[in-house]
């Protein structure tokens, strides 16, 4: 089966846009997670949501970072007025549940803020 | 004290050889302890698993040794091959929230063959 998507693979934007970036999860999985890949932060959380709702944006940077998830499938992160400091690497996982399953990524969004 | 804190930054193996990555943690409410390996465009992919209530737990050549006490886990692969090369990182999270993980900085691992 497939496995989780992510799409764009690659953005490159001008400092001052807004972006989109969307994940894929896996069919039938509920809980979906939101990472940051970045030189200089490692690996970090952003969000996650359990069927649509969102319990914990604890993660999120700043208020130009929203993330909503429809229909208990795709979800999409927007970054409004990006800065350079958002360019890192966006990372999607999904997971049958929240508890007692392991969490599998997608390939990641490359963002470039220049 | 939602810190994971990895050691080595990066380790270079003989092939053949045993590779040895160590995390440390403050946060006693984690009760899920992954390791993910990651090659480089791809996304991090589960390599290996344990929960608190057991020391150590075996898959083919990985090895996870858990230390309660010392608030420590390592990750130990045997018979390390040119494969392997990779960056590895541990996680820690707990299942009551939500299960988001916190990451360790991760390891760069080069196996010379």
């Known amino acids: 089966g497939a496995g989780v998507s992510q799409s764009p693979s690659n953005k490159v934007t001008e400092k001052g846009k807004d972006v989109e970036l969307r994940c894929d999860p896996i069919?039938?999985?509920?809980?979906l997670y939101w990472y940051r890949q970045s030189l200089g932060q490692g690996l970090e959380f952003l969000i996650y949501?359990?069927?649509?709702?969102?319990?914990?944006k604890s993660g999120l940077p700043s208020d130009r970072f929203s993330a909503e998830r429809t229909g208990g499938s795709v979800s999409t992160l927007t970054i409004q007025r990006t800065q350079q400091e958002d360019s890192a690497v966006y990372l999607c996982?999904?997971?049958?549940?929240?508890?007692?399953?392991?969490?599998?990524f997608g390939p990641g969004t490359r963002l470039t803020v220049l | 004290q939602q810190q994971v804190k990895q050691s080595p930054q990066s380790l270079i193996v003989q092939k053949g050889g045993i590779s040895i990555i160590n995390c440390a943690y403050e946060?006693?409410?984690?009760?899920?302890f992954p390791w993910y390996q990651q090659f480089p465009g791809k996304g991090p992919a589960l390599l290996i698993a344990?929960?608190?209530?057991?020391s150590e737990k075996k898959e083919g050549r990985f090895t996870i040794s858990f230390n309660k006490s010392a608030k420590q886990f390592s990750l130990h692969i045997m018979d390390s091959q040119p494969g392997d090369s990779a960056t590895y990182f541990c996680?820690?999270?707990?299942?009551?929230?939500?299960?988001?993980?916190?990451f360790g900085a991760g390891t760069i691992l080069r196996v010379k063959s």
């Open positions: 996982a999904s997971s049958l549940a929240l508890v007692g399953y392991e969490q599998f």
């Open positions: 069919s039938g999985h509920t809980a």
């Open positions: 949501f359990q069927g649509n709702s969102a319990p914990d």
């Open positions: 946060n006693t409410a984690f009760d899920y």
């Open positions: 344990i929960r608190p209530d057991v």
């Open positions: 996680a820690a999270s707990n299942w009551e929230y939500g299960n988001k993980l916190v």
